[in-house]
C-alpha cells in the first residue's frame, strides 16, 4: 500500500521551531517531487514548500521564504521541513505530498505547483504556534 505518514507537528511558542518529517511507504520517493502543505481552520490549503525528485531545486510560499527549509533524504525515503522562527498564523495542518512525474515544475522561478498535481496525500500533523 502507498503511503505518505507525516510527524513533527505539535505546539510551539512563537518563535520556536519545528522539524516535520514525511516518511514513504510501499514505494520509493526518489522519483517524486515532494510538496508541503497546510490548511488552517476555514482556509483553503495552500502550498508552503516543494522539493524536486533529486533535491537540486526547491521552493517556498512567500510565507515560509526565509524560515523554512524543506530537504530530502531518498536513502531514508524522507522529506523534512525544518521550520524556525514560528508564528501563530503558520497554525495548521501540514501535509506532504508526491507530485506525479512530468507534471508540474518544482524550481524557483515558477510558481509552486497545486494540489492538483499531487498523487499521493499523507493524513496530515497539526502545527500550533501559541503562547
Known amino acids: 500500500q502507498l503511503q505518505l505518514v507525516e510527524s513533527g507537528g505539535g505546539l510551539v511558542q512563537p518563535g520556536g521551531s519545528l522539524r516535520l518529517s514525511c516518511a514513504a511507504s510501499g514505494f520509493t520517493l526518489d522519483y517524486y517531487a515532494i510538496g508541503w502543505f497546510r490548511q488552517a481552520p476555514g482556509k483553503e490549503r495552500e502550498g508552503v514548500s516543494c522539493i524536486s525528485s533529486s533535491g537540486g531545486s526547491a521552493n517556498y510560499a512567500g510565507s515560509a521564504q526565509g524560515r523554512f527549509t524543506i530537504s530530502r533524504d531518498n536513502a531514508k525515503n524522507t522529506v523534512y521541513l525544518q521550520m524556525n522562527s514560528l508564528k501563530p498564523e503558520d497554525t495548521a495542518v501540514y501535509y506532504c505530498?508526491?507530485?506525479?512525474?512530468?507534471?508540474?515544475?518544482?524550481?524557483?522561478?515558477?510558481?509552486?505547483?497545486?494540489?492538483?498535481?499531487?498523487?499521493?496525500w499523507g493524513q496530515g500533523t497539526q502545527v500550533t504556534v501559541s503562547s
Open positions: 505530498a508526491a507530485k506525479t512525474p512530468g507534471v508540474g515544475v518544482c524550481h524557483p522561478a515558477w510558481p509552486l505547483p497545486p494540489p492538483g498535481v499531487y498523487s499521493y
